[in-house]
């Protein structure tokens, strides 16, 4: 299967600071990312997602940067709250494929 | 809207019983529907997806088994069960291959 790592298992940051969580990916031919937050004990929900034709997409605290010469994803949140506490995946479609492949994931804990 | 159910929440089985966790989705149709299991601290495994009813593709070699007897129902199951079946076991859907995925709430599987 495609390989689809994160660089820190896990990150812990003080209430009210950015946050960055990356990801880096293996192939080339993916075109679709999409970054997911799962709490504990539930299921994965969406966060934001990009395509291979843009460097950057913005919501709502979160931002998400895509090099694809260095196959590298980001996920900026900004002014990270408790609630922000979680596992974040960030899953990769290769525009061959027919499924998304997802890391391991990096827990970002918040303290207040 | 597209709801997405999943149950039981939690369920504890003796090594040798089986399984069978339902998923069932609302408000769309034709949806491309997936089972990843999740262990303690790791990322998602895909086990099964499926684009239609009666067809099934498995990413994994396993104890499981899935089916589709509806457009709207995928079924995961197991004969008997083994130790090393337990884990979180998510339900997702997408309307297709490039489309991000929505998850279901989880069923956390403990073999005893």
């Known amino acids: 299967g495609e390989s689809v790592g994160l660089h820190l298992p896990t990150l812990s940051v003080q209430e009210g600071d950015n946050s960055i969580i990356n990801c880096a990916y293996s192939?080339?031919?993916?075109?679709?990312f999409i970054w997911y937050k799962q709490e504990s004990g539930k299921g994965p929900q969406f966060i934001i997602d990009?395509?291979?034709?843009?460097d950057k997409r913005q919501g709502q605290r979160v931002t998400v940067l895509l090099n694809k010469t260095v196959k590298h994803l980001s996920l900026q949140i900004a002014a990270t709250q408790p609630g922000d506490s979680a596992v974040y995946f960030c899953a990769e479609n290769p525009s061959t494929g027919n499924q998304f492949y997802f890391g391991t994931g990096t827990s970002l804990t918040v303290i207040p | 809207s597209q709801t997405i159910h999943q149950w039981p929440a939690t369920l504890v089985q003796p090594v040798g019983s089986p399984l069978s966790l339902e998923c069932t989705v609302e408000g769309t149709s034709n949806p491309n529907l997936y089972w990843y299991r999740q262990a303690a601290g790791r990322g998602l495994q895909l086990l099964f997806y499926s684009v239609g009813i009666g067809q099934i593709s498995s990413e994994v070699p396993q104890n499981l088994s899935a089916s589709r007897p509806q457009d709207r129902q995928f079924i995961l199951s197991s004969k008997k069960l083994l130790l090393s079946d337990s884990g979180f076991y998510l339900c997702?859907?997408?309307?297709?291959?490039?489309?991000?995925?929505?998850f279901g709430s989880g069923t956390r599987l403990t073999v005893v």
């Open positions: 997702a859907w997408s309307r297709g291959y490039s489309d991000g995925y929505t």
């Open positions: 192939n080339s031919a993916s075109d679709y």
């Open positions: 990009i395509r291979s034709n843009m």
